[in-house]
Antibody, heavy 122, light 110 residues
Framework: QVQLVESGGDLVKPGGSLRLSCAAS????????MTWIRQAPGQGLEWISY????????YYADSVRGRFTISRDNVKNSLYLQMNSLRAEDTAVYYC???????????????WGQGTLVTVSS | QSVLTQPPSASGTPGQRVTISCSGS????????VSWYHQLPATAPKLLIY???QRPSGVPDRFSGSKSGTSASLAISGLQSEDEADYYC???????????FGGGTKLTVL
């Protein structure tokens, strides 16, 4: 069965850095585009970045462009999010999600991880 | 302020039919298929509807989706207590080169 397990969330000071990981299993990881989505406490969902199956195509939301970097290791079946210059407004649960169809961007996310909490506070 | 507009709340009694609307624009819903996700408290969102009106396996046919122009809607018939959750719509936005979500609708089963 498809499983996505995020890790790496922590309490970090403003201006600090953090690296999130998402371990994938139960499917052919290198066939699928992957995405990071976050949810601030008590708020809605915000898409922040996606990567193509090869990692050659990457997009970011304006709110994180230039500060966050998405990457993937198709040998380790893992997705990453390097987060630099963190701000209080980056406080959220971060989810990784699989795009719904293999080898295309598609329009939906069919599996989500359980999320990892990032808290940015002094 | 979310790019897609949903009512913040909806409610119904067991057995009733409720609908949740999702309004967008020509750069998102107008050119993209719509997906819906539901989220129980303290859990991750789950896919409920994709490609406007398709249900993943395991989702009851009480849930249905539709899209017209730049708006979409989710209908839940035969409302059950376990349907109480937050519901989000989403679509690809061509002008932002990313996905946009609605602000979410909290469904209460009275």
């Amino acid at each position: 069965q498809v499983q996505l397990v995020e890790s790496g969330g922590d309490l970090v000071k403003p201006g600090g850095s953090l690296r999130l990981s998402c371990a994938a299993s139960g499917f052919t990881f290198n066939d699928y585009y992957m995405t990071w989505i976050r949810q601030a406490p008590g708020q809605g969902l915000e898409w922040i970045s996606y990567t193509s199956s090869s990692g050659n195509t990457i997009y970011y939301a304006d709110s994180v462009r230039g500060r966050f970097t998405i990457s993937r290791d198709n040998v380790k079946n893992s997705l990453y999010l390097q987060m630099n210059s963190l701000r209080a407004e980056d406080t959220a649960v971060y989810y990784c999600a699989r795009h719904g169809r293999p080898n295309i961007r598609g329009y939906y996310f069919d599996y989500w991880g359980q999320g990892t909490l990032v808290t940015v506070s002094s | 302020q979310s790019v897609l507009t949903q009512p913040p709340s909806a409610s119904g009694t067991p057995g009733q039919r409720v609908t949740i609307s999702c309004s967008g624009s020509s750069s998102n819903i107008g050119i993209s298929t719509v997906s819906w996700y539901h989220q129980l408290p303290a859990t991750a969102p789950k896919l409920l509807i994709y490609n406007n009106n398709q249900r993943p396996s395991g989702v009851p046919d009480r849930f249905s989706g539709s899209k017209s122009g730049t708006s979409a809607s989710l209908a839940i018939s035969g409302l059950q207590s376990e349907d109480e959750a937050d519901y989000y719509c989403a679509a690809w936005d061509d002008s932002l080169n990313g996905w946009v979500f609605g602000g979410g609708t909290k469904l209460t089963v009275l």
